[in-house]
């Protein structure tokens, strides 16, 4: 689980010091990482950082194996209905540790666990599709929500209900399970009431944050997912990144090379993992890093209007797609690589007759050329003054993916206090909410209807 982090492309010594960071800027740093370090230390003493203590959670991963294993067999088909940090996470993990087309295999190969569906969204097509494949009698919904009136969440599970109850009668209760805020929220009013299996989501865990609790170890654990050595890998790396030392510390040191960066006007961060089981991750990063980092306000209250724009891609694919920018478009970006020494299998190039010009192919690996890829990627983009690092482990394995999210969160928090903004609130996303209560008739927003249509009617349209 040796995770390195080569941050040599993103210095000045390499790509030249307009866009490139010098050491002398680190160490100037150094006072407020400590000044930082010792807040969120200080804070996590008063419980105010809950998320820091989950992976040594033992109470909570003896809830979740047992409800998991009983889930698994009883039912074909598990479904996690939730938005944003309640589902991101789930596919994030998924993808990178359970078999490639885990839901195309048979109930044997799956190791006799479920398939897996994350329902995100509440395009009627995508989730009235998604319900036409699967058998209600097969199937178990986990609704996710910690506010427990997530409008698209509930949408989905009164939807769903109705389906499952439709053709199961009287024992639909036995299809959900709903995870929720341990005491207050509407879905937790209904698990008390109507006597639902639930979990509860611990105060205080943010939905972002929420990878190590029930809101994504429940449905992982049901697939198959060895949840505790996700968890051993995020304790073992709590080890590293609560270090108070800036350079022996690497979720603060990346956290100061993309603050630098951004101060150089690379505002925008790319994530570019090479691997097929690491692509979901960057989507589940691009999440933490936009909503945490994206603020109008300071902590002081200043209006400041920062944020690095997080952008997924994925090698080899988007060096066809997008790497075209970032080597010869506006310097306004920084690409982080995400790479494994060991891909868990290869594939050996062989020969074909005929064709000459592939003959430097024949005996190689598809491991060795998108290795390659990578690095030459890595070294191109740098001599043409584009600032990138790289992070790199030895494999995919439920620990390093668990030591990556747990870096990744505190690297998060840490880049708050050099942005001097609230990494855990969202406050940008509640006046859409507003609108759409308000749209939807929802007792209470009438006021915001009304300035709704203001604004929705006072624009002159200009529509073709």
């Not at 209600?136 to 949408?155: D, H, N, R």
């Not at 639930?198 to 997912?225: D, E, H, K, Q, Y």
């Not at 690297?411 to 990494?423: C, H, I, K, S, Y």
Request: charged share 25%; glycine share 10%; aromatic share 8%.
């Amino acid at each position: 689980m040796d995770i390195r982090l080569d941050f040599t492309n993103m210095m000045a010594a390499a790509i030249g010091e307009k866009y490139g960071i010098t050491d002398e800027e680190l160490r100037k740093l150094v006072p407020r990482t400590e000044q930082i370090h010792q807040d969120l230390m200080a804070r996590r003493e008063r419980g105010e950082l809950p998320f820091y203590d989950l992976p040594f959670d033992r109470e909570m991963v003896d809830e979740i194996v047992p409800l998991a294993e009983d889930l698994a067999g009883r039912f074909e088909n598990v479904v996690v209905l939730g938005i944003g940090g309640s589902a991101l996470g789930t596919v994030a993990l998924a993808n990178a540790l359970g078999p490639f087309h885990h839901n195309q295999l048979s109930r044997e190969k799956r190791g006799g666990r479920p398939r897996l569906y994350v329902l995100d969204n509440v395009d009627p097509a995508g989730f009235g599709a998604a319900l036409d494949l699967l058998e209600p009698a097969q199937t178990v919904f986990l609704v996710i929500s910690k506010s427990g009136s997530t409008v698209e969440t509930m949408c989905q599970f009164m939807i769903a209900r109705e389906w499952v109850e439709q053709s199961v009668g009287e024992s639909f209760r036995d299809h959900f399970v709903l995870i929720t805020d341990p005491e207050s929220g509407g879905l937790r009013q209904l698990a008390r009431s109507q006597r639902y299996r639930n979990c509860p989501i611990p105060p205080g865990v943010g939905g972002r944050f929420t990878a190590f609790t029930a809101v994504s170890l429940l449905p992982l654990a049901t697939a198959g997912i060895d949840i505790q050595r996700v968890l051993r890998g995020a304790a073992k790396m709590s080890e590293r990144v609560t270090r108070p030392e800036l350079m022996e510390n690497p979720a603060y040191l990346n956290a100061a090379l993309q603050f630098l960066a951004y101060g150089k006007g690379l505002t925008i961060s790319v994530m570019m993992p090479y691997s097929d089981r690491l692509k979901d991750l960057a989507d589940w990063f691009r999440q933490l890093w936009a909503e945490s980092l994206g603020k109008k306000h300071s902590l002081s209250g200043n209006l400041v209007h920062v944020g690095p724009t997080p952008v997924k891609a994925l090698g080899t694919t988007d060096q066809h797609s997008q790497v075209q920018l970032y080597m010869e478009g506006p310097w306004d970006k920084t690409v982080t690589f995400l790479i494994p020494d060991d891909f868990g299998a290869d594939l050996k190039i062989p020969p074909m007759e005929g064709a000459s010009g592939l003959s430097y192919l024949e005996g190689r690996s598809m491991g060795e050329l998108i290795t390659s890829e990578q690095r030459a990627t890595s070294v191109a983009l740098t001599k043409n003054g584009r600032s990138n690092c790289t992070i790199s482990f030895p494999a995919v394995t439920a620990e390093s993916v668990g030591a990556l999210i747990y870096l990744f969160e505190v690297q998060t928090l840490f880049a708050g206090g050099l942005f001097e903004v609230n990494p855990l609130d969202q406050p940008g996303v509640e006046e859409g909410k507003e609108f759409t209560y308000a749209l939807m008739g929802r007792a209470g927003f009438e006021h915001k209807k009304e300035e709704f249509d203001r604004w929705y009617h006072q624009l002159v349209k200009r529509v073709l």
